[in-house]
Nanobody, 122 residues
């Protein structure tokens, strides 16, 4: 059974940092591009970042470039997102998913996790 389990979300003050993790199982993690996607209340899914299967190439959306860092540990089947200098605009539910698709939908054929909530508030 394929599973993607996100963790690390929570409440953080503006300017703070969080590190999200996504533990993968049930498929060959090291063979897949992986991405982070977020959804704020009342808004569409927003592609945040992606990383190639080997971890050597990363991609970022304009809204997070320079503040977020995506990485992966294929030995641990885990994807990460280090988020720094968080603002209220970053508050959302964060999902990890397979693939690179920059126009994500939950029906795009990828494996998706259940998400982890990030709240940014003073």
């Amino acid at each position: 059974e394929v599973q993607l389990v996100e963790s690390g979300g929570g409440l953080v003050q503006p300017g703070g940092s969080l590190r999200l993790s996504c533990a993968a199982s049930g498929f060959t993690f090291s063979s897949y591009f992986m991405r982070w996607v977020r959804q704020a209340p009342g808004k569409e899914l927003e592609w945040v970042s992606a990383i190639n299967s080997g971890g050597g190439t990363t991609y970022y959306g304009d809204s997070v470039k320079g503040r977020f860092t995506i990485s992966r540990d294929n030995a641990k089947n885990t994807l990460y997102l280090q988020m720094n200098s968080l603002t209220t605009e970053d508050a959302a539910r964060y999902y990890c998913a397979t693939g690179y698709n920059r126009r994500p939908t939950f029906q795009d054929g990828a494996y998706w996790g259940q998400g982890t909530q990030v709240t940014v508030s003073s």
